[in-house]
Structure formats: structure tokens, C-alpha cells
């Protein structure tokens, strides 16, 4: 021994190490993923991702009083409307499933904080995250309805609006449509940074906004291999004016989040997805890995990172 340092000091015991934990995982850290889908009238569960329902709007209230004795204290809302066309135009319904979910859980749980995913790809026949005109993306088109999107959203008193199809131009134009309107109070929690991701497939599943998507989304979303275009994206969102960014997906781009988390000065928010969530899930079924401690390992990893939330599908109910 050339010193009298011993590190496992600080690990002797249960209490010791309570004690010298420099990283906490609280139930505030979570926001919890709410699937609201019109035309059923009873639960149905999403057969790739365990523990995930799809609820209809009659029910969604319930849920979030559930979630808010659980100790949740943020939904993110996604829907899935009865009839989709080429425009999406179910998005922007005044009484559209998303709207009336976020009117039925500010009623019943005037507390809790409501996230509504804002993408046109749940409401597209084509299932793209944008208006399309022979085979390409309109992204400014996009964006004027984006801006409507949100402004129907915040008419329904959401708290934040969350764009997460990565169209460029996205959150000023949803900040511009939401300050016209008298709404400018209401916050753009931006998916800044969104890699075309092998682990979004379970939750295509689970918004239906797979059924007829043919393609990929790599004109949009970033390739797995940039590091530098990630900063630039979320320094452009900041810009913008987005009041919080997302990192997507989360484990696997923890490199990325601390590189933003050490740039600019709004929260980050890791999105755990649903591929990372079914794989843990899987393995666990499988006994490969304990689920609980494996969960409690991602989230106190992504903690460690620097993020301020986490969407975590292990919070869905
Ligand atoms: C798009 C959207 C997606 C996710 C959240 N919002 C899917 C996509 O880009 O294909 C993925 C979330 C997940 O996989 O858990 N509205």
C-alpha cells in the first residue's frame, strides 16, 4: 500500500453507502408515457411493449389519478385517432382524442403536468411525420400545422407541447403560433436531438403509426453516427426558443446528453424508448437480468448524465 485511502470505506455497508450516493432517482424525475386511443371502449393492451395500454378517452382521467398516487407528477400524451388521411387532419380536432384527454386530466387532476406529443404521424394514412407531395417531405407546410396542432392543444390547457418529428423550423414556428394565439406561457419541450433509431419499433406498435409506413425516417431524423450535429441541433432548438430538449434514444446516446447537458442551459430530458424498454423487458422474462435492478441501473445512469427528466415507460400504466 503506497496510501491509507481505501475506497470501499465508503461501500462497508447498506447504510454507508445510503449515506455517500452522490446521484438520486426520485418519482419527480419520471414523466410517465399515456397512450389515448379513440373508438374503444375498453383497455387494450400493446402486445410489444409489456405493461403498456392503450386507453380510451373516457378512462384516461382515472390514469392519471392512478400515475398521481403512484407519485408521478408528468404525463406525456400520445394519440391514436379513429380516422387518419393524408393530412393528419384528426391532429388539430378542437375535440380530437388528445384534446379531450388533456380536458378530462386537467379536470380531474388539476396537478398534474401534461406533455402532448405534437407529430402528424399517428394521424397520417401514409404514416410520415409530415404532408408529403410526391414522395418528398413538405417541412414548412408541416410546420403551419404543427403550429395549429399545438394551438389546439393549449386551447385544452396543455402545459407543454412536445414536437418530436424533427422538421426543421419546428419549435419557431410553434412558439410564433402559440404567442398569436395568447398562449405564451405554454412551453415547447422540443425532441431536439432525435436519431433515426432501430428502437422506436414497439412504440409504432403502440401509436398505430406503423400500419402502412413504408420507409424510414432518415431525411429527418439524425444519423446514429453524428456527434457534433447534435450540439448544433439542440443549440438551433434553444434558439428557437424551446424551453426543454430531448435526447432520443437514451442509454445508448448517454455520450450525447452529457456533450448537450455541458452546452446550453435549458433542461435535458432523456426519452429511455420503447425498444430500449422491450429489450430489458424480454431479457427479463427470460431471467436473464433482474428487471427492477436493470431499470434502477438505466435510470440512475441517465441521472448520472446529467438529465433533469426521464420518459420511462416502466411509469405507463
Ligand atoms: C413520433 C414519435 C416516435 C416516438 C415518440 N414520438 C416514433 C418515431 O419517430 O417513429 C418513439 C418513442 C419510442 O420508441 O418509445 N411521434
Known sequence: ?????????????????????????????????????????????????????????????????????????????????????????????????????????????????????????????????????????????????????????????????????????????????????????????SYAVKYASAFYGPFRDAAGSGDGFHGDRKHHQMQPAQRQEAIREAELDVLEGADFLIVKPASIYQDIIRDIVETVDVPVVAYHVSGEYAMIKAAAAQGIVDETEAFDEVHLGLKRSGVSKIISYTRSL
Open 1 to 189: 500500500m503506497t496510501t491509507n485511502i481505501r475506497m470501499q470505506r465508503y461501500r462497508r455497508s447498506e447504510a454507508m453507502r445510503r449515506f455517500s450516493q452522490e446521484i438520486q432517482v426520485t418519482e419527480s424525475d419520471f414523466i410517465a408515457p399515456l397512450f389515448v386511443r379513440e373508438g374503444i371502449d375498453t383497455p387494450e393492451p400493446v402486445g410489444s411493449l409489456p405493461g403498456v395500454t392503450q386507453w380510451p378517452v373516457a378512462m384516461i382521467a382515472d390514469q392519471a389519478k392512478t400515475l398521481q398516487s403512484n407519485g408521478v407528477e408528468a404525463v406525456i400524451l400520445f394519440g391514436i385517432p379513429l380516422a387518419k388521411d393524408a393530412e393528419g387532419s384528426a391532429s388539430y380536432d378542437s375535440n380530437g382524442v388528445i384534446q379531450t384527454a388533456i380536458r378530462n386530466i386537467k379536470k380531474a387532476c388539476p396537478d398534474m403536468l401534461v406533455i402532448a406529443d405534437c407529430c402528424l404521424c399517428e394521424y397520417t394514412d401514409h404514416g410520415h411525420c409530415g404532408l408529403m407531395k410526391d414522395g418528398e417531405l413538405q417541412t414548412d407546410d408541416t410546420v403551419v400545422l404543427l403550429g395549429r396542432i399545438a394551438v389546439s392543444y393549449a386551447d385544452a390547457g396543455v402545459d407543454i407541447v412536445a414536437p418530436s418529428g424533427m422538421m426543421d423550423g419546428m419549435v419557431s414556428g410553434i412558439r410564433s403560433a402559440l404567442d398569436e394565439s395568447n398562449h405564451g406561457l405554454v412551453s415547447i419541450m
